[in-house]
């Protein structure tokens, strides 16, 4: 099968096409076959050298959309020829986390293009309890641009953050996949909507639902936030830039607010004068990824049509070197969707 992967670390160049042997399914897990996979940030992390083991070559991709083609030994909940969308997160199911039902906290938890091997290719295996079934009016190529961005950004909005109707929230990194998913998750919730996006994104962050969009290219935006907010700041911070907007971010929660954050993009470290915790009595949160619980939750509201991925573009497979280097370079407002 026609793959794209790299043997490397390293930049773009290191990815390439290649003919690799057709993954045959392990007992309970199915083939298929890849209609539509999605980049993620996530992707060019692993390409660059994230401190995991990985095999190699690796093939990327946790975002997948496809159709069953072959059903390893013991399935019997899905039949070949279903459309597909997957739950990229793999864990053990008997782990006290599994058992919970937190399966992020799986104590040997992977994610599919991470620690597995991905959708970009022709073909992929993952488990049947990962699949949820795609309408047949519904495109392979949206579908892929779901999982991953819309699960992050409903576990930080609605698992940790709690937000309610009629608080307030601001989302950082307004253009990426997450972001653009956080701002239509905290509308459908009933909160009003702060986002940061640099300039040329700030109509099309504000077309998304955003009640006030700040342009970070203006300067620091926790000003402008504080004299929207009438000093107050909001209720929760959903960020995933870490170091660079930390400052600005702890100086906009109100008191009893929450901070969950999800990334770290331009800096995993920060500094915290601990005063600023304790005085305004915030919360920090960590969040990643999803239950399958609130997999099924998600598709279940992008299906019936109250969540909307945004795709930014649709690319064949052969182009991956471009669609990391547009990624990295920050030229995407939401997904782009590779076609094998």
Partial sequence: MKAALFSEFGGADVLRIADV???????????LRVGAAALNHLDVW??????????MPHIGGSDIAGTVEALGEGVTGIT??????????????????CVRGDQPLCVSYRIL????????AEYVTVPERNLFIIPDDY??????????????????????????????VLITGGSGGVSTAAIQIAKFLGARVHAVTSSRWVERVRALGADVVYNRDDGDWSKALALETAQRGVDVIIDSIGAAAWPQNLRSLAKGGRLVVYGGTAGPKVEIDVRALFWKQTSIMGSTMSSHAEFVAVMRHVFAGN??????????????????????????????????
């Fill in 113 to 120: 293009g991470e620690h597995l091997q991905g959708g970009f």
């Fill in 307 to 340: 969540l909307q991925p945004v795709v930014d573009s649709v690319l064949p497979l052969d182009r991956i070197r471009e669609a990391h280097e547009r990624l990295e370079a920050g030229d995407v407002f939401g997904k782009i969707v590779l076609v094998p």
């Fill in 46 to 55: 692993v390409r660059r050298g994230l401190p995991i083991e990985i095999t």
């Fill in 139 to 168: 495109s392979f190529e949206n579908a892929a641009a779901v999982p991953l961005p819309f699960l992050t950004a409903w576990r930080a909005i609605v698992g940790r953050a709690a937000l309610r109707a009629g608080e307030s």
């Fill in 80 to 97: 070949v020829g279903a459309r597909v969308v997957v739950d990229p997160s793999v864990s053990c199911g008997v782990c006290e986390w």
């Fill in 21 to 31: 042997a057709v993954p045959e399914p392990a007992p309970g897990w199915v083939r």
